[in-house]
Nanobody, 113 residues
Framework: QVQLVESGGGLVQPGGSLRLSCAVS????????MSWYRQAPEKQRELVAT???????NYADSVKGRFTISRTNANNTVYLQMNSLKPEDTAVYFC???????WGQGTQVTVSS
């Protein structure tokens, strides 16, 4: 049973930072790419960042220079460090296994003063 559990979301002021975590179990984590997606209430779900099994990263233009995706294969965890947060970053953030239909339950990020 593959499980992905996100954590670390919350309320933060514009310009602040949050670190999201996604703990993965039930699969050989180190062999797969991992991604973060987000979905705001009025928008479609969008790809935010991806990290390959070899450690290469890609980012949506809207978050380049502000967000960093990373992974720790030893404990099957993928992270999203979010700095210089903006109100438009407000969304539910989901982690996903690359090339498979495995999703976490999501964690809410709200950026507001």
């Amino acid at each position: 049973q593959v499980q992905l559990v996100e954590s670390g979301g919350g309320l933060v002021q514009p310009g602040g930072s949050l670190r999201l975590s996604c703990a993965v179990s039930g699969m050989l984590f180190r062999l797969y790419s991992m991604s973060w997606y987000r979905q705001a209430p009025e928008k479609q779900r969008e790809l935010v960042a991806t990290i390959t099994n070899g450690g290469s990263t890609n980012y949506a233009d809207s978050v380049k220079g502000r967000f960093t995706i990373s992974r720790t294969n030893a404990n099957n965890t993928v992270y999203l460090q979010m700095n210089s947060l903006k109100p438009e970053d407000t969304a539910v953030y989901f982690c996903k296994v690359g090339g498979a239909n495995y999703w976490g339950q999501g964690t809410q990020v709200t950026v507001s003063s």
